[in-house]
C-alpha cells in the first residue's frame, strides 16, 4: 500500500514538473504578451532617447504589444543599469546600454562602486553608431587640434561633458593627457546641457554628438575642433573637421547604443526582439530619421558587440 502511494506520488510530481515546463515554454512562445518597455538610462533629448521614442512608435506593429520608451537618469546610466538587476530573465523591461558603463567605468577611479557587470546583461541589437565632436566657445577661435594645444598651455581649460564616468569624459581626459594641457571636466545630465554651456562661455568646450552640436555651429556660436574617429567628417555642417586619428593618436571610438536584456533571458526571446527592431532600421522613415540625426544604422549582433566593449576597454586601459 505504501509503495502504490509513494509511487502514486512521483508520479504526480513528474506531472507537474512536466505542466511547469510546458507553461514555460508556453509563456516564452507567446512573449509579449504584454507592453515591453525599453528604458534609456540617460537624458531625455538626447540622442539615445530620441531613437528610443522614434523606434517605439513601431512596437505594436512589430512586436504585437506596445514599446513603451521611458528613461532613467544617474551617473551617465549606472543607476538604471544597476537598478535593472532586480529584473528576472524573459522580463518584460529592456534597456539600453553603451560602452561607457562596460568598458570605460570598470577601468577608471571610483570602478569598485559599480554593482553590475557586462556578464549581467545579454546584448541583443546595436542600434546605432555615432560619433562625438569636440567643439569650442566660437570667440576662442580654436578649430583644431594644433590651435588647441596652443590655446590650453598654462591653462586648466573647462570641457562640458554628459557625466562625468561616460565615455564623452574618458575622450577628453584622454585627448588632455596626449596632448599635454590640464582640464577640468563639468558634468551635466546630459550633453544638450553641456552645449548649452560651451555657447553661454561657461566652459571652453564640450563633446557631444554632431547632431546635438549642430544648431549651435550652425549660428556660429560654437565653433568644431576634432572629432573622435578614426577619420575626419565633411558635411554641410561639419565642414573638414579632421579625426582624432589622422593626427596620429589613438583614443577614439565610436558610440554604439544597444539593448540589453537580463541575462538568461530565453534565445527565442532574444531573437524575436532583435528581428523586430531590424525591421524597425529597416523602414524608409527609419532610415530618413537617422540621417536626419547624423548617426548610422548599425545592428551589430552579439558577438561583435562584445568585440567593440572588449576593445574600448583596451583603449582605456591604455590612455588612463
Known amino acids: 500500500m505504501k509503495k ?132 569650442a566657445d566660437a570667440k576662442l577661435n580654436v578649430t583644431d587640434l594644433p590651435s588647441l594645444k596652443t590655446y590650453a598651455q598654462g591653462k586648466k581649460i573647462k570641457i562640458a561633458v554628459n557625466g562625468v564616468a561616460g565615455s564623452e569624459a574618458f575622450l577628453a581626459k584622454a585627448l588632455a593627457k596626449e596632448l599635454g594641457f590640464d582640464l577640468e571636466l563639468v558634468s551635466y ?20 554628438h554632431q547632431s546635438q552640436a549642430k544648431g ?19 558635411n554641410d555642417v561639419f565642414k573638414n573637421v579632421k579625426g582624432v586619428g589622422e593626427y596620429g593618436y589613438t583614443a577614439y571610438f565610436r558610440n554604439r547604443c544597444f539593448i540589453l536584456a537580463r541575462k538568461g533571458t530565453d534565445q527565442k526571446i532574444i531573437d524575436k526582439v532583435r528581428n523586430a527592431y531590424m525591421t524597425i532600421l529597416e523602414k524608409p522613415e527609419m532610415v530618413a530619421f537617422y540621417k536626419s540625426m547624423m548617426i548610422e544604422v548599425d545592428p551589430m549582433d552579439k558577438a561583435s558587440i562584445d568585440q567593440h566593449i572588449a576593445s574600448v576597454a583596451e583603449i582605456v586601459k591604455a590612455n588612463r
Open 4 to 135: 502504490a502511494v509513494l509511487v502514486l506520488l512521483l508520479a504526480l510530481c513528474l506531472l507537474g514538473t512536466l505542466g511547469a515546463a510546458g507553461t514555460a515554454e508556453s509563456s516564452v512562445d507567446t512573449w509579449p504578451s504584454e507592453a515591453v518597455t525599453v528604458i534609456c538610462p540617460w537624458a531625455v533629448g538626447g540622442v539615445a532617447d530620441i531613437v528610443n521614442r522614434k523606434a517605439a512608435t513601431f512596437g505594436t506593429e512589430v512586436l504585437g504589444q506596445p514599446i513603451l520608451a521611458t528613461n532613467e537618469l544617474g551617473a551617465g546610466g549606472n543607476v538604471a543599469l544597476t537598478n535593472y538587476l532586480k529584473n528576472k530573465s524573459n522580463s518584460y523591461n529592456l534597456i539600453f546600454g553603451a560602452e561607457g558603463a562596460f568598458s570605460i567605468a570598470p577601468n577608471v577611479d571610483g570602478s569598485d562602486a559599480i554593482q553590475f557587470t557586462y556578464d549581467d546583461f545579454v546584448p541583443i541589437i546595436n542600434l546605432y553608431s555615432a560619433i562625438f565632436v569636440m567643439t
Open 189 to 208: 545630465n546630459g550633453a544638450n546641457l553641456a552645449l548649452d554651456a560651451a555657447a553661454k562661455g561657461e566652459t571652453a568646450f564640450a563633446i557631444s
Open 216 to 234: 549651435s555651429v550652425e549660428a556660429g556660436i560654437l565653433k568644431p575642433v576634432v572629432v573622435f574617429d578614426e577619420k575626419g567628417v565633411n
